[in-house]
Structure formats: C-alpha cells, structure tokens
C-alpha cells in the first residue's frame, strides 16, 4: 500500500456483500442502502432558487467581437428558475413532449443551459446531440438518423449561420427552428430571446408538478460502432437516483460548496448528466470551459484554471495530459487548479502512469500533497455513475465497488467475467427500439454492458473489482489463444507515453497481435522537420522510427507469450473520424469501428504490405 500523504478524501463505499447464484453466476451489491432522492431534478432547482437566489449556477465567457473570449457572464439560482419557467410556458404552448422533443444540436453554453431546464421544468423530454453530426459530417446521415428516430418539434442552435447548412439538409420544414444569433436562410427563424420573453402561467408550474420518477426527462445517443446510435431513454429517476448514488460514493461533493471548471460535452453522459446534473443537485456552480483538450483549444482550459479553483475536477486523460505537462512549468496554474480540489476524477480511457506521476510531483511541489485521483465505470445506460474506487491507492484499471442502490451481477462468459448493472439509475430501454431493448436485458432484468471485469484481490472483496476490457472487442489467434485487447492497450499507452494517443489492436483469426497507433502531436519533436510538415512526411522521419522501436522492443521484452507480444506496429497519419464512428466527440476511440473502416490496413500490417511496420528486434 501507498504511504504517500494524501489530501483528505472519505471514500463512501469500502465494503460490499456477494452471494453466489447459479453456476459461474456471482451478485455484488454495497454493504448500505441507497437513501432518499428526489422525484424530479427540478425540485433541486427550486430549492436552491429559495435556498441560494443570487449564488452563480452557470458561468460562461462572453465572446468578443473579434471571437475571442472575454469576461465571465453569470446566471444566479433564481434567474435559471425564471428562465426555466418561461422557456417551459413556451415549450407548452407549442405542445412539445416526448413524443416531439426539443433537439439541440449546438455545444455547451448558456442558452443550451436555460433551454435544457426549460424542458425539464415543463416535463418536455430534450435531446442534446453531438455537434460533430452539424459540423464535421459531410454526409449528415447520423444526424438524420437522429431526427428520424425521434421527430423533433423543435430543433435549436446557437449560431444559425455555422448551424444552418445541417438543419436545410435534415429539418423538415414543419418543425420550428430556434437560434441565438442569426437566422436561417430561407427559414422562419425563432430567437432564444423570444422564446425567454414568453410569460410564465400557473400552466407551467402545474406541469412541473405533474412529472414524476418515469417522466423522460431527455434522450441521450450511444456513440454508435457497426451501428447507428441508439436513443438512451433517461428519466427523472434515472437522474435523481445516480445524482444520490454519486453523492453516497463520492461524499466530497456534499461536503463543501460545489465549483466545477468543465468542458465534457452535454451531449454525452459524463458532461450532460454526471456534472450537469451535479452542480444543480447539490447547489453548485458550474463555469463552462469553452476548451478543450487539442492543442487549439487546451489554452483556453489552462487560462480558465489560471483563474477558477473548481472543488473536485473531471476530464478525460488526454486534458490530464496537457494539464500535468503544464503544471510543470505554469506557477499560477498549480496554485489556483490545486487550492481548492479535493479529487481529481477521469473516465472514458486509460491513463498513463506517467500522467498520474507527473500530477502527484506537481501537488507534492505545490501542497505537500497528494490529490486523490477517481475513476470508476459506468455507462450511458446506467446514468452514468455505477461503480467508484474506494481508497487512494489507486492502479490504472482499478474500478471499485458498486454505488448504493446498484446491483452487479458478474457472469463468466467462456472464461471472462462479464459486468451486468439493476437498480433505480438503469434505462428502461432505448426510445422506439424494442427489439433492442429486449436484447439488452438478461432474464432477470440485468443490464448486459459488455465490459469486462476481474477482482482487484480475490482474497479481498471490498476492493472491488478492475477493468478487463470489452468482451465484444476481445478476440482469439489462429492459435486459439485468447487477446484481451483492454489491459494490453493500456500497457502500450502507458509505454508509449507521450507519443501514442491510442491504439486499435489487430490479429483476428491471425498468428500474432499487431497494432495501429494514433500518435500524439509530441511525435513532431522527434522529427527534425518543419512545424507545417504533413504528419504522414513525420512518421517517415529516421527519429520518430526509432523512438517507435524502442517502445516496441521494451513491450516485446515485459509479454509473457503471444497473446500480449506486439509483433508488428504501424503508425497512422490519418486521424479516426466521427463520421465513419471511430471516435466520439471526448476522444473516445471505437476499436470495431476502426478495424472495420481500416480493413485493408489491417490486412496489410499483416502481409508486409505497408511501407513501415516496426517489429520486435529482441
């Protein structure tokens, strides 16, 4: 066990019952009860409009003239009610429901905000999608999947000139398009501001108290691999439940007034519903980080970090990344970042040992101490928030044990051990998609999430349980010999580190286990090329080969036999794309998505088709 001091953090979970059921079948739950929620988020709203009328619930920069940023616009408790009641008037007087939700298809920010709790306080469901589908897609067909499987009654925007080409070519002309800035050619337009200047009516307030636990509060799409991305249903329970859940597992978000910094997109879970939610849950304050991690945008979080102390702090491995080499050097960030946080949490990949030294060394430096780093799993499916660690020692792949109120159910699946999820914070199903929902429940109601998972120490329970990949991306050698493609990723991220952004692994059916890397952009400092250099031109160079051997040989040297051995390695200069489903808007990349759209690739890594494979010299 670690000795290294830690900045105090109370773990709410650290013991857990199992029972044993059939054959290979084992029940995992927290030894205490989930207590009391709300039935209805909104409830949470009009307290704290009471409790705390003028603190800060939203904050976003202004945008200047000439695009950039400027200084912090703030929305109180009490404006984001009235905001939600009027928007809600205004949502009811054009009939809106679940039946014809709101869709938003822009990013976070102020308006989307007030939009998404007009809908909630109205009972009208609303969707949040990726703004990639508008933006980067050339052929808008997620998008259209999107509309089809929901028909929208309103579709908003916050900026209709970069907006409007993608709602021409999928909005029908009976649904009613809202923007905040501008019009759309050709379109009658509605302003946000009209929307907000609708008058509030004792309508509003009895339709607020109308929803209850199985009210849908919004849809929330899957990532989408082979497929097209399935509608989430999320109720009011749904979200009520997992904000209690995350507040028994995670008691330092009650323990203290509540200050997040975030840029996770509202369009996934973890932004949309995990802290989203949680700021209103508990009262807090929520400043909208226009950021993010890609070496465009990642100013703009460290600026924002240089000058808002968040209490707890999320991202995703790639901004821990940027914010542990910056920290390094950045005197103001460590200071301001580092005042006031309690926990620091990620989710949606691996990360690197290297980044998690390099945080610890700069808090030690900065506190003389070091700041808990959580993680967990969890899914769309599940709200998200299912299991959290439960101590400070924690190795990468470390999940921890169940949330209150979560029941996990572990089934050997021909030698892995599947994780499967029931209680108050599961889906009921996804929207229009029977079939589907059918298929994703087990005979006794468990959700089927197709992750899988080993015991930390099976001598030991109560610490819970670790990552073992995806079952649906592990696969067998020609050989017979079982891949299991999650812990062998993270080791080749945590080799790689810092040039190796992620990796697909390759050898389905084959003799050996291969691997396509997404390189970092720190591949450019081994190459002694110019900055405007293409990125296929930098992999060639003598010096990002070598460094690329080296990684390869030391992987070669630590495997235990074929199943963990690299035999060959490729780099690809060409980045996954949000079309084709390789990657989703927080980086995430989709194995089965990539190796499918990457076939002939794949092929010739493994016939010596390409112009560099790096192999083993050892």
Excluded at 102 to 110: A, F, G, K, M, Q
Excluded at 135 to 162: C, E, N, W
Excluded at 437 to 455: L, M, Q
Aim: hydrophobic residues 40%; charged residues 20%.
């Amino acid at each position: 066990m670690s000795t290294a001091k830690y900045r105090p953090l109370k773990f709410g979970v650290t013991r857990a019952t199992v029972r044993d059921g059939e054959t290979g079948v084992h029940y995992l739950r927290a030894d205490q009860d989930l207590g009391p929620y709300p039935e209805r988020l909104t409830d949470r709203l009009v307290h704290w409009a009471k409790e705390r009328p003028d603190q800060t619930l939203f904050a976003r920069r202004v945008k200047n003239a000439d695009g950039s940023s400027g200084d912090w616009k703030h929305i109180s408790f009490a404006q984001a009610l009235d905001a939600a009641r009027r928007i809600g008037q205004g949502l009811l007087n054009r009939g809106l429901s679940a039946e014809r939700p709101v869709l938003i298809l822009s990013e976070n920010d102020l308006e989307h905000a007030l939009l998404a709790l007009g809908c909630l306080y109205a009972g009208v469901a609303y969707c949040p999608t990726s703004p990639a589908y508008s933006l980067i897609s050339q052929d808008y067909d997620k998008l259209k999947h999107v509309i089809k499987t929901l028909t929208p009654g309103m579709v908003f925007a916050s900026d209709a000139l970069r907006y409007s080409r993608a709602m021409l070519a999928t909005v029908a002309e009976d649904v009613e398009l809202v923007c905040t800035n501008g019009t759309v050619p050709g379109r009658d337009t509605t302003s946000f501001a009209a929307l907000m200047a609708t008058e509030p009516t004792p309508a509003v307030d009895a339709a607020m108290a109308a929803t209850g636990p199985d009210t849908i509060a919004k849809f929330l799409f899957t990532s989408g691999s082979t497929k097209m991305p399935k509608a989430v249903i999320n109720t009011q329970r749904l979200w009520c439940a997992n904000q209690a859940q995350m507040a028994a597992s995670m008691p330092v978000l009650a323990e203290k007034p509540l200050v997040l910094v975030d840029w996770l997109p509202w369009n996934h879970t973890f932004g949309g519903n995990h802290n989203f939610g949680m700021v209103i849950y508990h009262g807090g304050t929520l400043y909208i980080d226009d950021g993010k991690p890609t070496p465009a945008l990642m100013h703009e979080t460290l600026r924002n970090l240089r000058e808002i102390s968040p209490t707890v702090y999320f991202n995703v491995p790639t901004g821990f990344e940027a914010i542990a080499n910056a920290m390094k050097t950045d005197d103001l960030l460590r200071k301001t970042l580092l005042a006031k946080v309690n926990m620091f949490f990620y989710a949606g990949a691996a990360l690197a040992q290297p980044i998690w030294d390099s945080l610890f060394e700069s808090a030690e430096r900065e506190v003389g101490e070091r700041i808990v780093m959580g993680t967990g799993l969890g899914m769309t499916e599940s709200g998200p928030f299912g299991i959290f660690v439960t101590s400070p020692n924690v190795n990468a792949g470390d999940l921890g044990l169940p949330t209150p109120g979560l029941e996990l159910k572990l089934v050997d699946m021909q030698g892995k051990t599947e994780v499967r999820y029931k209680g108050p914070n599961i889906t009921p199903g996804y929207w229009r998609q029977p079939e589907e929902t059918a298929e994703a429940f087990d005979e006794e109601g468990f959700f089927k999430t197709g992750d899988a998972v080993k015991w930390i120490d099976e001598t030991d329970v109560h610490q819970g349980l670790k990552f073992d990949g995806r079952i649906a991306e592990d696969f067998k050698l020609a050989t017979g010999t079982f891949v299991s493609v999650g812990p062998l990723r993270g080791k080749i991220i945590a080799a790689g580190a810092p040039y190796i952004q992620d990796v697909v692994l390759t050898g389905l059916n084959m003799k050996e286990v291969g691997a396509m890397v997404f390189p970092t952009p720190a591949v450019r400092q081994l190459s002694d090329l110019p900055a405007d250099a293409s990125l296929h031109d930098v992999l060639d160079t003598p010096g990002v080969l070598a460094q690329f051997q080296k990684i390869v040989d030391e992987l070669a040297r630590n495997a235990t036999g074929s199943a963990n051995r690299i035999a060959r390695l490729c780099l690809l200069a060409d980045p996954p794309t949000i079309d084709r489903g390789e990657i989703t808007d927080k980086g995430s990349i989709n194995q089965r998505a990539v190796l499918t759209h990457r076939a002939d690739t794949v092929a010739k890594l493994h016939s010596d088709g390409l112009r560099y494979i790096i192999k083993p010299s050892i």
